[in-house]
């Protein structure tokens, strides 16, 4: 628990993404965890390569954490400048929100994760595109130096 904590520490103990202050909280078996407990967040995910050390790890509240999935970290704040801009009310009932608004959210969030995976793939693809020389008889050549 002392991990998370000197993670929040330089935050303000406040989440990286909704700056609502957080709560420790001891996990509990059959007890469900508090949307405003602490939780550390890879930087860059896990599913991606994101390293399991300090310098990857951010303190986030459990809602945001979850909300995020594999979200890029800078794309996952700005969707919640977005909202919190859009909803004023939304920042005081963060965490009373219904399972219909959270389920809404984590859609829009799933719309924001795909487009930045065809992002990539277009990038990909320029990069096939400037270093691979295509020919009508050799079609996936190599450049050479």
Not at 23 to 36: K, M, V
Not at 117 to 138: D, S, W
């Amino acid at each position: 628990m002392s991990y998370i904590y000197q993670l929040s520490e330089p935050q303000g103990h406040r989440c990286c993404y909704c700056g609502h202050p957080m709560i420790r909280h001891e996990h509990i078996d059959g007890f469900p965890t508090p949307r405003n407990a602490m939780t550390k967040d890879h930087f860059e995910p896990r599913v991606y390569g994101g390293p399991t050390v300090f310098e990857n790890m951010i303190a986030a509240c459990c809602q945001c954490n979850n909300l995020r999935g594999e979200l890029d970290a800078f794309a996952f704040y700005n969707l919640m400048c977005k909202w919190l801009k859009r909803d004023p009310t939304l920042w005081e009932r963060w965490y009373s929100l219904t399972r219909s608004e959270l389920r809404t959210l984590k859609e829009q969030c799933h719309t924001v994760h795909e487009r930045q995976l065809n992002g990539l793939a277009f990038r990909h693809i320029e990069y096939a595109f400037r270093h691979f020389h295509f020919t009508k008889r050799e079609r996936y050549r190599t450049r050479r130096a």
